[in-house]
């Protein structure tokens, strides 16, 4: 298995731009998991899908993030517009149906907004 | 809120030394998990504690479990420099994981 993948793995932008981060999870998880780390703030939920709806977004910073998961085996987080605040390592993780499972992150999306 | 406490936060130890990194958590839940994080790398899975007083064992690492206490511990026997990294705790409240502050680990030759 692949694991979960995410893309792009390095993004710069500058302030005011669109930016978009990708995250395909492991085939047959159910659940899906946009965590940002920062190292004032720690790992902190964003937004959570299962069976490709929205569950909890309450973690979602404002109106600039927002989140999509179209199918089971893709979901993009969207910022826009970016600001340099939002500079960090956007992770996504996937959970298997099976109950007492621990999550599997992708490798991640470090964020420089400038 | 939940809240996902870790201690220390920082820990430098030599090689050789025994250490033990707590984690404490302000809900009820019998599902814990420890995970590993190196430098500008992801998160690894090490642990999966499901019920009071589980303990769990891999190398140099032991993990434990006190849903009572609402404590988790990890502990670290006769580190060496390759366990060096940051160790994160994360309670899991029903399909939510609250992930701790994190515990960042240099291990002294």
Known sequence: ?114 | ELKVEQNPLFLSMQEGKNYTIYCNYSTTSDRLYWYRQDPGKSLESLFVLLSNGAVKQEGRLMASLDTKARLSTLHITAAVHDLSATYFCAVDTGNQFYFGTGTSLTVIP
């Open chain 1, 1 to 114: 298995d692949a694991g979960v993948i995410q893309s792009p793995r390095h993004e710069v932008t500058e302030m005011g731009q669109e930016v978009t981060l990708r995250c395909k999870p492991i085939s047959g998880h159910n659940s899906l998991f946009w965590y940002r780390q920062t190292m004032m703030r720690g790992l902190e939920l964003l937004i959570y899908f299962n069976n490709n709806v929205p569950i909890d977004d309450s973690g979602m910073p404002e109106d600039r993030f927002s989140a999509k998961m179209p199918n089971a085996s893709f979901s993009t987080l969207k910022i826009q517009p970016s600001e340099p605040r939002d500079s960090a390592v956007y992770f996504c993780a996937s959970l298997p149906g099976s109950y007492n499972s621990p999550l599997h992150f992708g490798n991640g999306t470090r964020l420089t907004v400038t």
